[in-house]
């Protein structure tokens, strides 16, 4: 669980550097963006800790996910702000649940895991409403973008689980 975790929020970090990357740096949406990406560099380290503390190996696909994490932030943010947007939507809504499925295997196995993974899942439903608010799904091809990007992230995630 701490693997395929960290892993995504590390994917998490590179999309949202990707994305600010691109974008113009004080446009709304870049300032929504650097916002949440704080939030997850505060996950990551919290899973990196917790992954050394219990001597857990990282995912081997980190250097792909760095790419792949950045390029995929660059690509949206090229389209559009609002695209960039639907990004998050996408990918927050594949996290929460892929986080709510932990906890409910969890059960109350591990309290501490438990409470880092809900207290982060509560940060990922506010990055997915906060993008929605601010016109994700006014994105052009905003269906066939997220269907995408959703498909890409549950690709990613059993990945990490296995590699
Ligand atoms: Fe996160
Ligand atoms: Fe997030």
């Given at each position: ?18 994305q600010?990357?691109v974008l113009p740096?004080?446009c709304p949406e870049a300032k929504l963006i ?42 949206t943010a090229l389209m559009s702000e609002k695209a960039a947007l639907a990004c998050t ?42 993008a929605?608010?601010a016109g994700a799904?006014t994105a052009l ?23």
């Amino acid at each position: 669980m701490l693997r395929v975790d960290q892993a995504g929020e590390y994917g998490a970090t590179r999309i949202y550097a990707g994305q600010l990357a691109v974008l113009p740096r004080n446009c709304p949406e870049a300032k929504l963006i650097a916002r949440m990406a704080a939030q997850e560099e505060r996950h990551l380290k919290r899973f990196n800790a917790l992954m050394a503390e219990r001597r857990v190996r990282p995912t081997s696909l980190q250097p792909l996910w760095n790419v792949a994490g950045f390029a995929l932030g660059a690509a949206t943010a090229l389209m559009s702000e609002k695209a960039a947007l639907a990004c998050t939507d996408a990918i927050e809504s594949e996290i929460d649940k892929h986080y709510s499925e932990q906890l409910t295997e969890l059960g109350d196995d591990d309290p501490e895991l438990g409470r880092d993974i809900s207290d982060f899942r509560a940060d990922e439903l506010e990055h997915r409403d906060a993008a929605r608010n601010a016109g994700a799904t006014t994105a052009l091809g905003y269906p066939l973008l997220s269907a995408a990007i959703r498909a890409g992230c549950r690709v990613a995630i059993g990945l990490s689980k296995r590699f």
